[in-house]
């Protein structure tokens, strides 16, 4: 189990939970042997840090789980390999490779399926086959692995869009964290201060709490989607802040609101309401049985008598990483008890002169939703 210094939230619990589903799928679908992989990037990181509790920084890696064998990880760097030992739930933590970033390192994917063709496998699932590796590593693997490969993504993000009990405190945890952070957000928006300045700051409490990975967000102007820049914010301007960071244990999460500096327009603030109006509305809305796009529709009519672009989807699950579902117009599947949602209305007028965005956090409950910012969508006077 992991040697990391232990949270509130019961993480070997949630540990167990997620190798136990693991044995499952692995039982269900008769296979042999499951490769877990995954790189060092945010929507990339989430499968190797939910079965290993440790992701490099940019390089891939990878967990062999074979029937009855205790998993092996491989890296590509000596530091990685110490690391993901040291501070991950994998025991045996090996390295392979040079550390190369960019190409796709032939031997080190030669050894790793020498490993797996050891254990005489008939079917092997791969976790990232299709979607997160690149061509030529997929195909590297084809090639070398004895068996029928599946790719068993698809299979894996329903595991993971599920969160026990144990997983749902955790994120509570990593929130807490993120609404401490923008909370800072009321005392660093000043006119005249840039939007990196303003960042350091909330930067700073949420590295100073624990958080592993971060982007802060703050802008005025129809989008806000890009790192802190140079660009100062004026007066009389809507801003929208944004706190998504990955905690210590792992779980990743989101915080956005919306701030007025000095007077802004009439149409300005009909936005603003209206974003802030459709997470009232879904806030008491979300529950079991739903289907998805119950959620992008609430949004649409709240926007429906405004000339508006959207600028992002309107939300996804999240944990370990972004988890299914996708929050669409198209998406009919329905909402279940234990999946945790983010929803972040997100649009621009509709010449793109400014913009509006807000972010919760809901658990989905047996028989509701809990909102983490406790249902308070205020927009923020400045």
Same mark, same amino acid.
């Given at each position: 189990?992991?040697?990391?210094?232990?949270? +509130?939230?019961?993480?070997?619990?949630? $540990?167990?939970?997620?190798?136990?589903?693991? !044995?499952?799928?692995?039982?269900?679908?008769?296979?042999?042997?499951?490769?877990?992989?995954?790189?060092?990037?945010?929507?990339?990181?989430?499968?190797?840090?939910?079965?290993?509790?440790?992701?490099? =920084?940019?390089? &891939?890696?990878?967990?062999?789980?074979?029937?009855?064998?205790?998993?092996?990880?491989?890296?590509?760097?000596?530091?990685? +390999?110490?690391?993901?030992?040291?501070?991950?739930?994998?025991?045996?933590?090996?390295?392979?490779?040079?550390?190369? $970033?960019?190409?796709?390192?032939?031997?080190?994917?030669?050894?790793?399926?020498?490993?797996?063709?050891?254990?005489?496998?008939?079917?092997?699932? $791969? =976790?990232?086959?299709? %979607?997160?590796?690149?061509?030529?590593?997929?195909?590297?693997?084809?090639?070398?692995? !004895?068996?029928?490969?599946?790719?068993?993504?698809?299979?894996?993000?329903? =595991?993971?869009?599920?969160?026990?009990? !144990?997983?749902?405190?955790?994120?509570?945890? %990593?929130?807490?964290?993120?609404?401490?952070?923008?909370?800072?957000?009321?005392?660093?928006?000043? &006119?005249?201060?840039? %939007?990196?300045?303003?960042?350091?700051?909330?930067?700073?409490?949420?590295?100073?709490?624990?958080?592993?990975?971060?982007?802060?967000?703050?802008?005025?102007? *129809?989008?806000?989607?890009?790192?802190?820049?140079?660009?100062?914010?004026?007066?009389?301007?809507?801003?929208?802040?944004?706190?998504?960071?990955? !905690?210590?244990?792992?779980?990743?999460?989101e915080k956005g609101g919306l701030f007025v500096v000095g007077e802004i327009s009439v149409e300005e603030m009909k936005l603003a309401e209206a974003c802030v109006n459709a997470m009232k509305e879904i806030?008491?809305?979300?529950? &079991?049985?739903?289907?998805?796009?119950?959620?992008?529709?609430?949004?649409?009519?709240?926007?429906?008598? @405004?000339?508006?672009?959207?600028?992002?989807?309107?939300?996804?699950?999240?944990?370990?990483?972004?988890?299914? &579902?996708? @929050?669409?117009?198209?998406?009919? %599947? @329905?909402?279940?008890?234990?999946?945790?949602? +983010? $929803?972040? *209305?997100?649009? +621009?007028?509709?010449?793109?002169?400014?913009?509006?965005?807000?972010?919760?956090?809901?658990?989905?409950?047996?028989?509701?939703?809990?909102?983490?910012?406790?249902?308070?969508?205020?927009?923020?006077?400045?």
């Amino acid at each position: 189990m992991s040697n990391k210094l232990m949270t +509130s939230y019961d993480e070997q619990a949630a $540990v167990r939970y997620r190798w136990d589903q693991l !044995d499952l799928l692995m039982e269900t679908e008769k296979l042999d042997v499951v490769v877990i992989y995954g790189k060092g990037i945010i929507t990339q990181y989430g499968f190797l840090y939910y079965f290993g509790g440790y992701y490099p =920084i940019l390089r &891939p890696g990878f967990i062999i789980y074979a029937k009855g064998q205790e998993p092996v990880a491989y890296y590509s760097t000596r530091a990685d +390999s110490y690391l993901a030992k040291h501070m991950g739930f994998i025991k045996d933590s090996r390295y392979l490779g040079t550390g190369d $970033v960019i190409h796709s390192e032939a031997d080190l994917y030669k050894q790793i399926s020498e490993l797996i063709n050891s254990y005489e496998p008939n079917r092997v699932g $791969v =976790i990232g086959l299709e %979607s997160m590796m690149s061509g030529n590593q997929s195909t590297l693997f084809k090639q070398l692995l !004895d068996g029928e490969l599946l790719d068993i993504t698809n299979n894996v993000e329903k =595991i993971k869009g599920i969160k026990s009990p !144990d997983e749902q405190d955790g994120i509570r945890q %990593s929130f807490s964290v993120a609404l401490e952070s923008f909370e800072e957000f009321k005392h660093a928006i000043k &006119p005249g201060r840039t %939007s990196a300045e303003i960042a350091a700051d909330i930067e700073k409490i949420a590295r100073g709490k624990g958080a592993i990975d971060t982007l802060i967000f703050v802008e005025e102007g *129809p989008y806000f989607l890009r790192k802190p820049t140079s660009n100062k914010i004026t007066n009389n301007s809507l801003v929208t802040a944004y706190v998504e960071m990955i !905690d210590e244990n792992g779980y990743w999460v989101e915080k956005g609101g919306l701030f007025v500096v000095g007077e802004i327009s009439v149409e300005e603030m009909k936005l603003a309401e209206a974003c802030v109006n459709a997470m009232k509305e879904i806030n008491q809305t979300l529950k &079991p049985g739903i289907p998805v796009n119950t959620v992008a529709n609430i949004i649409s009519k709240h926007t429906e008598s @405004l000339k508006v672009k959207m600028g992002i989807w309107h939300g996804h699950g999240i944990g370990v990483d972004h988890d299914l &579902p996708i @929050l669409t117009d198209t998406d009919t %599947s @329905l909402l279940e008890e234990g999946m945790v949602i +983010s $929803v972040h *209305p997100n649009f +621009s007028d509709g010449e793109e002169k400014f913009g509006a965005s807000i972010a919760d956090v809901f658990v989905i409950t047996k028989d509701g939703a809990e909102s983490l910012s406790s249902g308070e969508y205020d927009i923020i006077n400045i």
